[in-house]
């Protein structure tokens, strides 16, 4: 038996190093809060060694994880009652060609994340971040694809919306395009950040 939980260690802690930044990523993107967004990873690695048996399918290793970290954050905000307010401290941090050249952007951009529900930053988060296919987050979510694509329209809408009010005059800025139109939603602009491969 202890050669059984040896394997099952080693392969756990492989899945954590392929998948640990696209995660953490998630949980900071939710929250804007580096503190917030490490606690909720590990309570999600946690979680997920407690329960590796209930994985039936190793190829969707990364949407098991994903599942797991949802419920951490959304955990989080419930406990929280939403009368914390979240920072975007830890994304002062992304380097100045993170987007166009331009850090502000960036920062604009976190602050319009928070400003959305957190329902509508985990559909942009799972189809822009983590490009899945409006088929994968159908699964995932348990939802019709029809469904996914109305509520990432709805979410993509509101994100521009919050840029807009933010700064009037970035209306046709690339991130508000991009998110409001694209089908990949620019994935580099999300998954370049204050994220280091050591951590």
Known sequence: MPHLLKRDRQQFDDWIQEHHAALYRHALWMTSRSDVAEDCVQEAYFQAWKSRKSLKDEAKVFSWLLTILRRMVYREYEQRANNVTCTVDDFSSFPETAVDDDQSKMLDLAKAMQKISTGHRDIILMHGLHGLSYQEISELLEIPAGTVMSRLSRARTALDTALNQAEPEKQSS??????????????????????NNER
Do not use: D, M
Request: charged fraction near 5%; charge should be positive.
């Open 174 to 195: 690339p991130i508000s395009q991009t998110l409001s139109t694209s089908s990949n939603a620019q994935v580099i602009n999300l998954k370049t950040g204050p994220y």
